[in-house]
């Protein structure tokens, strides 16, 4: 079990961006990982979003694609995730997870990951 810190939501205007992060704290690391970013909208299922595999390898679901951006540094063990253009249909709320070694294809399953940060709420107005 890791534990996982979430920040950097809050409400911006379509078309805006925000920066997550997601810190793991002390005494942990990100190393042979494989961490990711999940949202859950009122009335929807969780989807996963973005993530990256311990060896650098990303997946991105197809509402995202070309406008977010996963990453990873490992010196200072925090995630981000850089979103751009958003648009009123990415307004959730956003976890970080982690967990050892996650296959490629199922990068993306919530189901695969045990470590959970609490959330940070993302919102878009029109």
């Known amino acids: 079990h890791v534990q996982l810190v979430e920040s950097g939501g809050g409400s911006v205007q379509s078309g805006g961006s925000l920066r997550l992060s997601c810190a793991a704290a002390?005494?942990?690391?990100?190393?042979?990982?494989?961490m990711a970013w999940f949202r859950r909208a009122p009335g929807k299922e969780r989807e996963g979003v973005a993530a990256?595999?311990?060896?650098?390898?990303?997946r991105y679901a197809d509402s995202v694609k070309g406008r977010f951006t996963i990453s990873q540094d490992n010196a200072k063990n925090t995630l981000y995730l850089q979103m751009n253009t958003l648009k009123p249909e990415d307004t959730a709320m956003y976890y970080c997870?982690?967990?050892?070694?996650?296959?490629?294809?199922?990068?993306?399953?919530?189901?695969?990951?045990?470590?959970w940060g609490q959330g940070t709420q993302v919102t878009v107005s029109s």
């Open positions: 002390s005494g942990y690391t990100y190393s042979g990982y494989s």
């Open positions: 997870a982690a967990e050892p070694s996650v296959v490629w294809w199922l990068l993306l399953d919530g189901n695969e990951y045990n470590s």
């Open positions: 990256i595999g311990s060896y650098g390898r990303t």
